[in-house]
Nanobody, 123 residues
C-alpha cells in the first residue's frame, strides 16, 4: 500500500516562504508524475505544480509561476514545494498526489492522495 504524507505547512506572513515536503512510502501504485494541489474553504481543488518522475519536467499554475518551485529527490522518494513571496490567497490545504497526465494539472488525473497540510498566509 503506497502512502503519501505531507509536512511543512504552517502560518506565515505575506512575503514569507515555506517549503512543503511529501514522502512516498510503500508499493503498489503506478504513476509517472507527482503533483501539489490546494483547496481553500468553499473553493474547488486547484492544481499548483507537477513534476514528472522521469526527466523532471515541471508544470505550474499561472497563479504561482515564478514564486513556487516543485522538486524531487527520487532516491528518497520525496517531493518538495518551495513557496516564496507568499500571498494571503495562497492560504489553503495543500495536498500531494501521484498520477498520470499531470501536465493538465487536473485532480481527476491523480489517483493517490495524501491527507494534506495547512498553509495560512496573513496580510
Amino acid at each position: 500500500q503506497v502512502q503519501l504524507v505531507e509536512s511543512g505547512g504552517g502560518s506565515m506572513q505575506a512575503g514569507g516562504s515555506l517549503r512543503l515536503s511529501c514522502s512516498a512510502s510503500g508499493y503498489g501504485y503506478s504513476s509517472n508524475c507527482m503533483g501539489w494541489f490546494r483547496q481553500a474553504p468553499g473553493k474547488e481543488r486547484e492544481g499548483v505544480a507537477v513534476i514528472y518522475t522521469s526527466g523532471g519536467r515541471t508544470y505550474y499554475a499561472d497563479s504561482v509561476k515564478g514564486r513556487f518551485t516543485i522538486s524531487q529527490d527520487n532516491a528518497k522518494n520525496m517531493v518538495y514545494l518551495q513557496m516564496n513571496s507568499l500571498k494571503p490567497e495562497d492560504s489553503a490545504m495543500y495536498y500531494c498526489a501521484a498520477g498520470w497526465y499531470g501536465w493538465r494539472l487536473r485532480s481527476g488525473d491523480f489517483g493517490l492522495w495524501g491527507q494534506g497540510t495547512q498553509v495560512t498566509v496573513s496580510s
